[in-house]
């Protein structure tokens, strides 16, 4: 899958319209385990020529499935890149192949310690059981004990 971008057709100065709905395969994460995109990607923006650059500015919306890395249970989320703004020379063949730039901005963006229910996880007290508590050591002075 390819996202394309022909500036033949782009005078300096002027803008054309991005509205791409993209199979999300070139994300490429077939092997991936953790996180999935089954359902298209969605980018609409503009993109214009200025001098030898052209500027793509868009808005970038991915629904992704991750694990939650608490319970570690499949959750859905959507990932928004609200201005995706890319400048690149413009190619001497007239055609920009924008797929592996728009992948690298997307995979950025994928949170490192995603929880299912957004800043907590639906099964915090099912696994609270099992989080190691700090226990307190007040009056405790163990090299002190080592002297006597």
Request: net charge negative.
């Amino acid at each position: 899958m390819q996202f394309q971008v022909l500036t033949d057709r782009l005078k300096d100065g002027e803008e054309d319209q991005i509205d791409e709905i993209l199979d999300p395969s070139f994300l490429d994460l077939a092997e991936d385990d953790e996180l999935t995109v089954t359902l298209p990607v969605q980018v609409k923006g503009k993109v214009y020529r200025a001098s030898e650059w052209v500027i793509i500015d868009a808005l970038v919306n991915v629904p992704v499935t991750l694990h939650c890395a608490m319970c570690n249970h499949p959750f859905s989320k959507e990932i928004v890149l609200k201005r995706w703004v890319h400048e690149v020379q413009v190619p001497e063949n007239g055609v920009l192949d924008m797929a592996e730039a728009l992948r690298e901005a997307i995979l950025l963006e994928v949170p490192f310690f995603a929880l299912c229910n957004g800043d907590t996880c639906h099964n915090m007290a099912e696994i609270e059981k099992y989080i190691h508590k700090e226990q307190s050591f007040e009056g405790h002075k163990p090299f002190l004990e080592a002297l006597d």
